[in-house]
């Protein structure tokens, strides 16, 4: 799977703005989507993926969002994640035959702030959560919908952070899931392992941009999350390739090891009351 971008939505997008740039980041105004609903920011990244930051627009109720209304209203970040494939309909119909229920494809698009329309076609997946991600094929160009690094410094991370690496998907049960996805996506066998700090067990695929995660024990801080918004991301990891130029830039906690057995690779979260354990930055661990 190639990752596109990652939904982080809020009640405020000047609020969640606000808590971004606190830690570092410096995301660009995106516009108002074409339901007049929702608007967003973006921190893009060098890889061409970005992170969305997503709310209503002003006097719209969270419950008339459209997408994502249940993570809006709760402050929930974490909503959906992205991937770009070549063709909606081909993979709405790979999906079909996997025997996953489809949405879509469905044109949708936004106004930017200089007037320029963007618009693409998109697929949802699945039986209710996010869980699974949405796909997406570019209907205009992809960097009117998507600023080239090089054309917005201010929002890039410049070169200390790639781009979103992994998604952390929160379920219920973490058994069901991987089977789920091996048999959906043709997924390898997973590397799983259990993490105290995070609350969770978890199951990560080789070569796939995504992580499982079931709640270690009733008390985890996912068992809320999956009470109040159901199964879907919970936490978005940035790569990059220079850990301590990561530190440097943005406000990061100590790193603590994040995998299997044979993973060294190491996470540093967000050092952020808002944002807690949603978004962190992984690097490789040499």
């Known amino acids: 799977m190639q990752l596109d971008h990652v939904a982080y939505a809020w009640t405020d997008l000047d609020t969640l703005v606000e808590a971004f740039e606190r830690v570092g980041f410096t995301p660009e105004y995106g516009g108002v989507h074409a339901t007049g609903t929702t608007h967003m920011s973006l921190v ?12 209503t627009t002003p006097g719209t109720d969270p419950a008339d969002a459209g997408f994502w209304a249940e993570h809006v209203a709760a ?4 909503a959906g994640w992205c991937i770009a494939v ?17 949405d879509g ?29 949405f796909a997406i094929t570019d209907r205009t160009p992809r960097e009117y919908r998507v600023p080239a690094v090089d054309e917005t410094p201010e929002s890039a991370a410049s070169a200390t952070l790639t781009g979103v690496a992994d998604v952390v998907v929160a379920v219920s049960d973490l058994d069901a899931a991987v089977d789920e996805f091996r048999r959906s996506y043709r997924f390898p066998t997973p590397a799983r392992w259990t993490d105290g700090d995070f609350g969770a067990t978890l ?15 009733s008390k985890s801080w996912l068992t809320d999350r999956l009470d109040d918004v159901g199964p879907g991301p919970c936490s978005y990891l940035l790569g990059t390739d220079d850990v301590d130029a990561a530190h440097d830039r943005y406000a990061l906690s100590t790193p603590t090891a994040w995998g299997g057995e044979k993973d060294d690779r190491r996470v540093s979260w967000v050092d ?15």
């Open 272 to 286: 952020s009351n808002r944002l807690g354990t949603t978004v962190g930055v992984a690097d490789d661990g040499d």
């Open 203 to 217: 199951a990560s695929f080789p070569g796939q941009p995504v992580t499982l995660a079931e709640p270690d024990g």
């Open 44 to 55: 893009t990244f060098p890889d061409g993926s970005y992170l969305e930051l997503l709310s």
């Open 75 to 78: 402050d929930a970040g974490p």
């Open 86 to 102: 070549d063709d909606t309909r081909a993979w709405a119909k790979q999906c079909i035959d996997a025997g996953l229920p489809v």
């Open 105 to 133: 494809p469905r044109t949708a698009g936004r106004q930017r702030d200089d007037g320029r329309r963007v618009e693409w076609d998109m697929v949802f997946v699945g039986d209710g959560g996010e869980r699974h991600p």
